[in-house]
């Protein structure tokens, strides 16, 4: 069971009470949207830092040496 | 200018975890609010989300990340913020900071957000700064945290302040 606790602000009561199956829905297509969101920028990430890193092989130049270069 | 902040009301995580934390009936007498949330998760997923009002619909962020040494921006919806995950030290705690201009008012509404996950050790961990919009201009009345995945753990606390224009 998934607990959800919400505090209200009003009467500063606080309830803890089990997810609705419709809270749990939205929650499951929220997190697996976040997630997605996250997998896919450390994928985007990951994937520019290995073509920098090639390029620079192939070049035969350091980072530093191409900012100087860019700069 | 901000010139009081107040403190609206405080949740400590108990024993079995919580899916959610949700501040409702949050009173429109203030200029903004400032949430800060000390979090670990029971899973892997370094993220929570953050919402309004009951729906993640209209409600994005642009944000600049480093994921343990990837550094990059990207968008994202609904927004989120890192959290302590179950693999990093244990008993560790991530920071972060949700800060909602003009809550209340009839326009859509602006948040930023800077967040660390903590590691306390030599390897990076997760920090996240976000600019984020719920494009929605209903004064807010309830914000609600959800780790992307597993559950907040037992001593994960959320404190929600009000911030008074002078």
Known sequence: MTTAI?????????????????????????QAKAEADRLAAEAEAEAKAEAKAALLAKLGITADEAALLLG | MATTFTKIASVAVGAG???????????STYTDLVLKV????????????????????????????????TIGSNTSSP??????????????????????ANYAGATNKSVSIEAVAESN??????????????????????????????????????????????
């Open chain 1, 6 to 30: 919400e505090i209200n602000c009003e009467t500063g009561e606080v309830i803890e009470r089990p997810l609705t199956a419709d809270e749990l829905k939205a929650n499951e297509a929220a």
């Open chain 2, 38 to 69: 000390s979090a670990r998760t029971s899973a892997t997923s370094p993220e929570m989300t953050i919402t309004f009002n009951g729906t993640s619909a209209s409600n994005t962020d642009r944000l600049l990340y480093n994921y343990a040494g």
């Open chain 2, 17 to 27: 975890g919580a899916g959610t934390i949700a501040f409702s009936s949050i009173p």
């Open chain 2, 121 to 166: 050790s030599t390897t990076d961990a997760y920090q996240y700064l976000n600019a984020g919009l719920w494009s929605n201009t209903a004064a807010i009345t309830t914000v609600t945290l959800t780790p992307v995945s597993g559950t907040f753990v037992q001593y994960s606390t959320a404190t929600l302040y009000g911030i008074s224009k002078s």
């Open chain 2, 79 to 100: 927004m989120r913020a890192s959290v302590d995950i179950s693999t990093q030290t244990a008993s560790a705690f991530g920071n972060a900071d949700i800060y909602v």
